[in-house]
């Protein structure tokens, strides 16, 4: 399994990706994770990211692609991963293809959820993430199985995301139009590219997606 999730903010991107990581064994690979592990190991991929960001500058396309060659190459990476939140970009993506090349690995597909743009703001401002592990939860759609505990890791510090506010997401998503979603045109003209209908209930999106794999 060697696949990328597409798809707005609030499409269930990050749900999905739990459920596949659990039931195949995979990696969810998170750049966010990579870059503030870096940082705080101190490497020097990770020194120079923290650069950037203590400026306030975005880190660059090239650093970020390093940092996810230094993952890919270690030792204890699995067969088995998911990428979801990165390529945001089609510079990106070409660049993410180039890797992947150079370490003789290939994408098996790339898995858009599509949602309905009134249903992510609902779904975003009702959103709730596991401080601890990030594991992704919602009021009304995906509560933990006991409130205010996280289902993965058993911590309870589960809190709302400050740029979950009803004015962020409609800019957000208006970010994710003008940037990421040139994407699936990508990916679709190298016939890797699955739609998902993410409007339906989440254990019909997962089934969904776990037949592309039967």
Not at 151 to 165: E, H, K, L, M
Request: charged share 30%.
């Amino acid at each position: 399994m060697k696949i990328i999730f597409l798809g707005a903010p609030g499409a269930g991107k990050g749900t999905q990706a739990k459920i596949l990581e659990k039931k195949y064994n995979a990696l969810q690979v998170s750049t966010g994770d990579i870059l503030r592990k870096s940082i705080e190991e101190k490497t020097p991929l990770g020194l120079k990211a923290k650069e950037f960001m203590d400026q306030g500058k975005l880190v660059t396309d090239d650093l970020i692609i390093g940092l996810i060659k230094d993952k890919f190459t270690s030792k204890d990476f699995p067969e088995n991963w998911i990428m979801d939140g990165f390529p945001r970009t089609v510079a990106q993506a070409e660049a993410f293809d180039d890797l992947l090349a150079s370490i003789n690995l290939e994408l098996d597909c790339v898995i858009e959820v599509d949602v309905n743009r009134d249903v992510l703001v609902k779904r975003l401002t009702g959103r709730r993430v596991c401080k601890k592990c990030q594991a992704p939860y919602h009021v009304n759609f995906n509560p933990p199985k006991k409130e205010g505990v996280c289902d993965y890791c058993g911590d309870n510090n589960i809190y709302q995301r400050s740029d979950d506010t009803e004015e962020v997401v409609v800019n957000r998503l208006k970010v994710y139009d003008d940037q990421t979603a040139p994407l699936i045109e990508y990916y679709s003209s190298k016939k890797l590219l699955h739609k998902i209908d993410g409007d339906l209930p989440l254990e019909e999106v997962s089934k969904k997606i776990e037949l592309l794999f039967q």
